[in-house]
Structure formats: C-alpha cells, structure tokens
C-alpha cells in the first residue's frame, strides 16, 4: 500500500518455491466513490493458462470488496489479450466502454476495453 492509501499492490509467488510469477493491484482508488481499478499480470507465458490469474484474481476481488469494501472496481483490457478478456468476464465482469484504436501495438491500432464489476453483482455470483 502506498502512502496516499489508494493503491494495493501484490505480488504473485509459487508456495512451493517461493518463484515471482507476477503481481496485481488495485489502484486509483476513489474512497468517497468505493471504485478502483484493477490490474494484474501473469509474467512468463510458461506459467499462462494454469489457473493463476483465476485465483489471483478471486482473491483480490475478495480484499476489495470484503475488506476495502470498495463497491466498483473497473479493468483496461487490451483487445488482443484474449486470455484476459476470457478471465475478467469469467469472474463477471462487463465490457462497458471500448476506446477505438486506442492502443499502437506490433504496428497495428486496437481497441482498449474497459470493464467493471459491481459489488452486488459479484455477490451474486459467488452466492450461487
């Protein structure tokens, strides 16, 4: 956590090695509002597709709106990554905004999603 309190950063180890796979964070809190932003990443492609960025994901979900009791949190999401997509709606997220070609990547435009996820919603999902 940083000094101003709106920004939680986590890194992501292996238990059994204690190896970095990656990190997440939730930041550009807005306590007056109960939003932040969400952020995470998986490093090597080696450790994608192995149910990591699922747990880590349901975990920091878990801390913001059960312990930070934030009531919005929202995602940038690249329109190439589809794995992230598939993961961020996965956990219930929507696509809410899409920024046309707003991204210069590999010498090509694309898209920057931006998703949310509302605390009652994401009870609902975990209640069922």
Request: aromatic share 14%; with cysteine.
């Amino acid at each position: 956590m940083e000094e101003s309190k709106n920004i939680f950063y986590f890194t992501v180890r292996t238990r059994e090695e204690d190896r970095l796979l990656g990190f997440a964070v939730i930041r550009w809190i807005e306590w007056v509002h109960g939003t932040g932003w969400i952020h995470l990443g998986i490093g090597e492609p080696k450790n994608w597709r192995k149910g990591f960025g699922t747990e880590v994901l349901d975990l920091v979900l878990e801390y913001a709106f059960n312990e930070l009791n934030l009531f919005r949190l929202g995602a940038e999401i690249a329109e190439y990554n589809q794995g992230a997509k598939r993961l961020f709606e996965k956990a219930g997220f929507i696509e809410e905004v899409r920024r046309r070609q707003a991204l210069s990547r590999d010498g090509r435009r694309w898209d920057l999603l931006l998703y949310g996820l509302l605390c009652q919603e994401w009870e609902r999902r975990n209640a069922a």
